[in-house]
């Protein structure tokens, strides 16, 4: 690749990266306003009622996009007709979906204690994911474009409506259905920015072998997200019915809180890095090296996040909700640790999707539901033990059993990258612990200010300042190069 070429696709990598983060900081701030208003405003059962349909809804969204967007990414030049044949698709399996959904609905509230209350607000929020699989293939082309702007926008509009709409239905008293309406006018508001802004029209034709030249690399994201969409829902399905729709509701709090995080800085790696490495998928020398910088740059961000997120998560929770929410703490803790994983995971699974080896994805994912499933065994006899003191003691045992899995998870998925990407088990492990070690030390000096007798807001905001003190002022006295080419990303000097 020529120098001019080099310097063309740093400049688009940078400005995809600075989109993306604009998009998730804004998507997230939106996000978790809206959020603090409906927790405070909406009960315990409110939130699992709706956790109990999202169940549901998950799995209808995977089998929608079948994994063909990841394959229209991986691919150098798709064209028209590609595009087409994935909108159509994906279309048309929203809509059988949903009709499977609408009659399913009276099975699925008998499942979670028989609320008929379900029926009802299910087949509304169902409606979502057809709207949400109309503007799948414009977000596509934006992100194989590199060219993220206008889906920062959309999703910003988006949330803006979708909050409006869920707390003056909250205000309103309308409990669930303020989340349900919500996340309908989110979907639709988001579409119709990019429909508008995308200048692009499907073709009024399906191709059945565009659809089977996308299935090497479809089914096994396809396969691969199956089976890890079957493992984050599937704590919802047991929770709710073992253990009831108020610990549901506590569980979806500290879940949906946790996955800001997590889910934020994994989209940010999937939109910004797999473009770029599907570019080097065929010059080995360049792409471990892309690979090595990529793991420094999520290291970098990563553990910080997750890390001082866990250590102020009480003054957090506190500062937003008062004491409504404190059994969710210890469970948002949790799942950060176990986002950790994940999003390690997910940058993994970007260099072997990279690499079109996509089919190994579902062996790694088929392990880890392996171990998932052995934890969920063993510890499911024991999710609904609780007291008044302590209504998550169940769930805590339950999900401890799935960090574990996800651990494991890492380490394999780690060991299949490395042969891959002609790398070794010790340099991948290198790329990680300054970032590790850095935040560990911060995490320490943060944790002294824990027992201040002080308002939750102003423990917090001296945890986070002394936190970013340390870690930030620390990479820059080491001369962390990552830490100064995140700046010139941010400044668009490179």
Do not use: C
């Amino acid at each position: 690749m020529a120098p001019a070429d080099d310097g063309e696709l740093k400049r688009a990598v940078a400005r995809t990266m600075k989109w993306n983060i604009i998009d998730r900081v804004a998507t997230q701030v939106l996000y978790a306003v809206t959020g603090i208003v409906l927790a405070r405003l909406l009960s315990q059962e409110d939130f699992g009622l709706v956790g109990a349909v999202m169940v549901f809804q998950a799995f209808a969204s995977l089998f929608v996009d079948s994994g063909f967007s990841s394959a229209l990414i991986q691919r150098k030049n798709p064209s028209h007709e590609d595009y087409s044949t994935v909108f159509w698709f994906n279309l048309g399996m929203a809509v059988v979906l949903y009709a499977i959904l609408w009659f399913a609905a009276p099975w699925i509230a008998q499942w979670f204690e028989g609320d008929m209350r379900i029926v009802p607000l299910g087949r509304v929020m169902f409606l979502s994911f057809i709207v949400n699989a109309a503007s799948i293939v414009q977000t596509n082309r934006l992100m194989k474009r590199m060219d993220t702007k206008m889906i920062a926008v959309s999703s910003s509009l988006g949330l803006t409506a979708g909050a409006v709409v869920g707390i003056a239905l909250a205000l309103g008293g309308f409990g669930a259905w303020a989340i349900v309406w919500q996340t309908i006018t989110i979907g639709l508001v988001k579409g119709a920015v990019l429909w508008a802004t995308g200048h692009w029209r499907p073709l009024m034709s399906f191709s059945f072998s565009i659809l089977r030249s996308f299935f090497a690399v479809g089914s096994g994201v396809m396969a691969s997200s199956f089976l890890n969409t079957l493992f984050q829902n599937i704590y919802s399905f047991f929770i709710g019915n073992r253990a009831g729709l108020a610990s549901l509701g506590y569980y979806t709090q500290a879940d949906k809180w946790s996955k800001m995080g997590v889910m934020s800085i994994s989209q940010v790696l999937t939109s910004s890095f797999l473009p770029v490495l599907s570019k080097f998928q065929d010059d080995r020398e360049r792409f471990a090296a892309s690979t090595a910088k990529m793991n420094r740059l999520t290291a970098y961000l990563l553990f910080p996040a997750m890390g001082f997120l866990g250590v102020m998560a009480t003054p957090i929770f506190h500062s937003l909700f008062g004491a409504k929410w404190d059994p969710s703490i210890v469970l948002f803790q949790i799942l950060l640790l176990r986002g950790v994983f994940t999003v390690l995971v997910s940058l993994y699974n970007n260099y072997i999707l990279a690499l079109g080896r996509s089919r190994l994805l579902v062996w790694t994912e088929a392990l880890r539901d392996g171990i998932a499933l052995a934890a969920i065994i063993v510890t499911l006899p024991m999710i609904a033990l609780s007291s008044p003191a302590d209504p998550t003691e169940g769930l805590r045992i339950f999900l401890i059993g799935q960090v574990l899995a996800s651990a494991v998870t890492w380490v394999v998925t780690l060991v299949i990258t490395v042969r891959l990407t002609a790398r070794s088990v010790l340099s991948f492990v290198r790329d990680l612990l300054p970032y590790m070690g850095l935040t560990a030390v911060a995490m320490a000096v943060m944790g002294l200010l824990l027992d201040w007798q002080v308002s939750p807001w102003i423990a917090a905001a001296a945890q986070l300042a002394v936190g970013a003190v340390i870690y930030f002022g620390a990479n820059a006295a080491l001369g962390s190069k990552i830490q100064a080419d995140a700046l010139a990303m941010i400044m668009r000097r490179r």
